[in-house]
Nanobody, 119 residues
Framework: QVQLVESGGGLVQPGGSLRLSCAAS????????MGWYRQAPGKQREMVAK???????NYVDFVKGRFTISRDNAKKSVYLQMNSLRSEDTAVYYC?????????????WGQGTQVTVSS
């Protein structure tokens, strides 16, 4: 059974920083692209950042220059450093990974971690 477990969310003031972590565990043969998504109340889930196995990154415009995604393949982990946080960044953040478990590839999701930006 494959699991993605996020950590690092919390309450932070505007302009502050948080670092989210996500670790994959279980019967994993290979890990492809990984990413972070978020969902604010009343809104659809949206992509925030993605990273390929060789480290190429892709960001949505509203986080460029503020957020940085990285990964550690040996630790089967992906991270999201969030700086200059704004109130509109408040959301549940989800980790996503395209993983091979047993014979098949598939999309896996974490349970989400709450990020609240408020004074």
């Amino acid at each position: 059974q494959v699991q993605l477990v996020e950590s690092g969310g919390g309450l932070v003031q505007p302009g502050g920083s948080l670092r989210l972590s996500c670790a994959a565990s279980g019967s994993i043969f290979s890990i492809g692209a990984m990413g972070w998504y978020r969902q604010a109340p009343g809104k659809q889930r949206e992509m925030v950042a993605k990273i390929t196995t060789d480290g190429r990154t892709n960001y949505v415009d509203f986080v460029k220059g503020r957020f940085t995604i990285s990964r550690d393949n040996a630790k089967k982990s992906v991270y999201l450093q969030m700086n200059s946080l704004r109130s509109e960044d408040t959301a549940v953040y989800y980790c996503n990974g395209y993983l091979r478990s047993a014979a098949t590839w598939g999309d896996y999701w974490g349970q989400g971690t709450q990020v609240t930006v408020s004074s």
